[in-house]
């Protein structure tokens, strides 16, 4: 079985141009998770999707950040523009319907972004 | 607020035990789970702890107290492998996981 893909998994940009990610969950995965990780962090939460939902977006900075999920499957998190405290790791990750049990998040190995 | 409390760092030697411990303080508390993120790779889940008590997956246990905000990751007989950043995190009130800021293992020869 696939894991969560997402690409691209290294981007180089310089400071107010936009970028784009993209996520892929498991599929039958309901739930889809953005979350920022700083250096040496923990992933913080940025957006949570429930099928084509955002049902939690609270932590996300709504000036410069979008996402979306179209259909409900894959997921696309935009920036625009970027500014170099952006420079993170992004990572997706995707469970079974967010309601209880252990809640397993199924992580993707993340797009480093630096922003020049 | 919210915060999880963790060690930044611990170092061991192959086939030793070692104990990483977590304190929380959140809104709402529904379990704390592990998690271990080796460098440049993805988190991936380690075990879930929702009532009080140790719960054992392999070479790995993890303990809760909820009455103490407390919980801890075992790791017996320790691998090169295992050298990597561990995260415990709480799933909220609000049915969020919030991640501690981790703790890096080190584990030599």
């Known amino acids: 079985e696939a894991g969560v893909v997402q690409s691209p998994r290294y981007k180089i940009i310089e400071k107010k141009q936009p970028v784009a990610f993209w996520c892929n969950p498991i599929?039958?995965?309901?739930?889809l998770y953005w979350y920022l990780q700083n250096l040496g962090q923990g992933p913080e939460l940025l957006i949570r999707y429930e099928n084509e939902e955002a049902v939690d977006d609270s932590q996300l900075p709504k000036d410069r950040f979008s996402a979306e999920r179209l259909k409900g499957v894959d997921s696309t998190l935009k920036i625009q523009p970027a500014e170099l405290g952006d420079s993170a790791v992004y990572l997706c990750a995707s469970s079974l319907r967010n309601s209880g049990g252990a809640g397993e998040q199924f992580f993707g190995p993340g797009t480093r972004l630096t922003v020049l | 607020g919210q915060s999880l409390e963790q060690p930044s760092e611990v170092t061991a030697v192959e086939g030793a035990i070692v104990q990483i411990n977590c304190t929380y303080q959140t809104s709402g508390f529904y379990g704390l789970s592990w998690y271990q993120q080796h460098d440049g790779g993805a988190p991936t889940f380690l075990s879930y702890?929702?009532?009080?008590g140790l719960e054992e997956t392999g070479r790995f246990s993890s303990f809760l107290s909820r009455s103490d905000s407390y919980g801890y990751l075992l790791l017996q007989e320790l691998q090169m492998k295992d050298s990597a950043s561990y995260f415990c995190a709480v799933r909220d009130g609000y049915n969020k996981l919030i991640f501690g800021a981790g703790t890096r293992l080190a584990v030599h020869p």
């Open positions: 599929s039958g995965h309901n739930t």
């Open positions: 702890n929702a009532l009080d």
